[in-house]
């Protein structure tokens, strides 16, 4: 897991941080406490029984995936259940905010999972910048279906998942991305 990270305070005691940089050596890796292991495990099991419940006739063994997924997200709490989501299907994630100057570098990502609550020029150039960086990008945004999306998917968006998104839905758009780019190397 890379998610967590240490980092150096003055009294030279380690401090926990999410996987944000707060100095320009990060990041380095932390082992989670036991509270925050036992809330996660927690998240984990709540999730497992809403997507158990929720659909039953899924091939669940088609979305389990062992890719890195890097969520940029402002909100804490969506970043921690999309994490969980994810995690819960196999896969590594990271998470930081939506600055793209603060991503994480140095690590093999598979897929970016952005949030975009807007559709404006700024949030246009952001997403043109992501998609110049990675090259599987879905869009997490309550946009609807229409020229705001042709307009993302013009621009190198590969698929969006509308907030707020199920957790198989989540699962389902993440794993097709992944897997479009192996069945056109497979053709």
């Known amino acids: 897991m890379i998610e967590d990270v240490t980092s150096q305070s003055g009294s030279g ?11 320009p050596e ?3 890796l932390k082992q989670r406490s036991d509270a925050v292991r036992e809330e996660l495990a927690a998240l984990h099991e709540l999730l497992l029984h809403v997507v158990t ?5 899924c091939d669940w063994d088609a979305l389990v995936g062992s890719e890195t997924v890097l969520i940029a997200d402002d909100q804490v709490v969506v ?20 600055e793209m100057n603060r991503w994480p570098t140095g690590y093999p990502i ?14 246009v150039e952001q997403v ?5 960086r990675f090259s599987r990008v ?23 998942v509308h907030k707020p998104f199920r957790p198989l839905e ?18």
């Open 26 to 28: 990060f990041p380095r």
């Open 110 to 123: 598979d897929l970016l999972l952005l949030n975009l609550p807007a559709c404006d020029e700024s949030a």
């Open 13 to 23: 005691e380690l401090e926990v941080g999410t996987f944000f940089p707060q100095a």
């Open 79 to 98: 970043r921690a259940i999309t994490q969980g989501i994810l995690e819960s299907f196999g896969y590594t994630v990271l998470v930081a905010d939506t």
């Open 128 to 132: 043109r910048a992501s998609c110049l």
């Open 53 to 57: 419940h929720a659909e039953v006739e």
């Open 138 to 160: 879905i869009v997490s945004t309550p946009l609807p279906d229409g020229p705001a999306r042709d307009r993302l998917r013009a621009i190198g968006v590969r698929d969006f």
């Open 170 to 187: 989540l699962a389902r758009g993440v794993r097709r991305v992944l897997d479009l780019d192996r069945t056109c190397l497979d053709d």
